[in-house]
């Protein structure tokens, strides 16, 4: 075992301190390569998903798209993803997937991974941007300003609507990326949708994305991830009154599953 006093590893001639002065450049490397790959990307597969925007019925086609953009995200920064618990999940059924948020990385592993049909409700903000925002429009995602109260419903009676149509949605009930990897409280504005939609709520726990590329910093680790998809939970006996009991049940579910041994999952 190695520790921060530079004392040497076994089985080796060089001491700690000597062996991360040569992993950095490897790590800053790597995370250079990712970034610019991520930028590339998001032109190349971006560019025709916002073109085919255009056209009618063609949501499906353009989260395909964003699938492969996803895939190769994660293939270029070395990131292995497993997943777990699909066949929880009925194709013909519309849900509400709710998912813990550790990294950006959480979003090329749900879309190039999970391999079935959703829309995003993400934040307004990632509509402004230039391709990408389009590309989002095209796939049927929903914007939700979150300072503007009466806009943020309309997106959500919005995103209602589309679940009664058969389509499922993902949504990060946390509202922004974790700070330590915790499970943080959830926003209330998923669960209205939940009870005013009528569909279950499937929970979905990311384990490692946290320490692949934490929010504080744009480093790139690369390293195994597992997706676990959990049970569907009924919502068809909650109304907007009892939503908060929801919410803590959902709450309480995931983080049971996310305080599970990392290495038990990992080796799972």
């Known amino acids: 075992m190695v520790n ?33 790959w991520t930028i590339l990307a998001t032109l190349m597969f971006g560019t ?8 009618r019925n063609t949501e499906n086609v353009v989260h395909r798209i964003g699938r492969l953009w996803g895939q190769t995200i994660l293939r270029v920064s070395r990131v292995r993803v ?20 550790q990294s950006n ?8 991974q999970l391999r079935t049909q959703f829309r995003w409700i993400a934040k307004a903000e990632l509509f402004r941007i230039p391709i990408l925002g389009h590309a989002m429009k095209g796939a049927g995602y929903i914007g939700i300003d979150r300072t503007d109260r009466d806009s943020a419903i309309q997106s959500l009676n ?10 499922s949605v993902m949504i990060f009930p946390e509202g922004t990326r974790s700070l330590d990897g915790r499970l943080r409280p959830f926003k209330k504005g998923g669960f209205i949708l939940a009870v005013d939609a ?7 726990i990311i384990h490692g994305t946290f320490s692949i590329m934490p929010k504080s910093g744009l480093r790139v680790r690369p390293g195994p991830v ?33 305080n599970q041994p990392q290495q038990e999952i990992i080796s799972c």
């Not at 908060?244 to 709450?251: M, Y």
Request: hydrophobic residues 45%; aromatic residues 8%; contains cysteine.
């Open 158 to 167: 919005r995103a209602a609507g589309a679940i009664r149509r058969g389509v």
């Open 4 to 36: 921060l006093s530079g004392d040497r590893v076994p089985g080796t001639a060089f001491p700690l301190d000597h062996l991360n002065r040569i992993a950095e450049p490897s790590a800053m490397l790597q995370s250079t390569i990712t970034i610019f």
């Open 198 to 204: 009528g569909v279950p709520i499937v929970p979905v």
């Open 82 to 101: 497993s997943i777990r618990g699909m066949e929880h999940i009925d194709s013909t059924q519309p849900y509400i997937f709710m998912c813990n948020h």
């Open 105 to 112: 990385f959480d979003i090329p592993v749900l879309v190039g």
């Open 226 to 258: 597992l997706v676990e998809v959990l049970e569907p939970i009924a919502t068809t006996d909650y109304r907007r009154e009892n939503k908060d009991e929801l919410l803590e049940r959902v709450w309480g579910i995931m983080q049971t599953a996310l």
């Open 48 to 55: 025709p998903a916002a073109i085919l925007s255009f056209f």
